[in-house]
């Protein structure tokens, strides 16, 4: 299979989801919500399961981090199925063509890693493959926890600049909207006002509920007029 389809992890297996499938599905939904770097896809199944007549995609390379709820999620409903939630064997630099353009919203979580990295330095493959499968309007919500620029600093972090208010403004936010997306606030909430902070992600990195998170938002522009970044 190459990056043209849509590889979907389905129980313990990949299969091809043909474009007819996702239009069906696209078709009988309400809103479509893309949480990108969905790890273990627990929140994209409370979220599927939460709000039944919306499309939840969960993308993440590591498709065999997702085999446990897929599994569950195939069940039937009244034993936990979701009908509703597709798993996305794929990386946001390199998303399937035909998400191009699905998403109501797009949802980044904790990210980590390459994700982590290519957000915080606005990087054009990264913030590229956010606004390709996001519609025009669409909003985009990236929320990292602060407290990985505290010491001890993870080797992988080092040598990222931090997350301020300042920083997005001056730097990130002409950086994402050459990608088409313009941000629009920069907020620090509590990890307690965040929804489904609990995943797997978060734990590992000692989330706590008073640790304090920087929450980017921003709206999907169109390719010719991103319009001005956030000042």
């Known amino acids: 299979m190459d990056n043209a389809e849509v590889r979907l992890v389905s129980g313990k297996d990949i299969v091809s989801l043909e474009q007819e499938g996702l239009a069906a ?3 009988r939904s309400r809103q479509v919500v893309v949480d990108v770097g969905t790890g273990d896809a627990r929140m994209a199944y409370r979220l599927a399961q939460a709000h039944p007549d919306w499309l939840v995609i969960g993308l993440d390379p590591n498709w065999r981090g997702m ?43 904790m990210p980590w890693g390459a994700l982590l990295r290519g957000l915080v330095l606005g990087e054009p493959d990264v913030c590229g493959g956010l606004r390709q499968v996001a519609r025009p309007a669409a909003t985009v919500e990236v929320t990292v926890g602060t407290s990985i ?23 990130l936010a002409p950086r994402w909207a050459r990608a088409g997306l313009r941000i629009t606030g920069t907020d620090l909430v509590r990890a307690e006002a965040a929804a489904g902070l609990a995943t797997s992600w978060a734990r590992r990195l000692g989330s706590g509920r008073t ?17 001005p970044a956030v000042t």
């Not at 992988?156 to 730097?171: M, W």
């Not at 640790?211 to 319009?227: D, I, K």
């Open 149 to 171: 620029w505290s010491p001890p600093v993870p080797a992988g972090v080092r040598d990222l600049p931090e997350l301020t208010a300042d920083y997005v403004r001056d730097t």
């Open 67 to 109: 085999i446990e709820t897929a599994v569950r999620s195939r069940r039937k409903p009244a034993r936990g199925g979701v009908p509703n939630l597709l798993l996305v064997a794929a990386s946001i630099e390199t998303p399937p063509e035909e998400l191009a353009g699905i998403a109501d919203e797009v949802r980044v979580l």
């Open 25 to 27: 599905l696209r078709g």
């Open 211 to 227: 640790e304090l998170l920087r929450q980017v938002t921003a709206v999907a522009a169109s390719r010719t007029n991103p319009g």
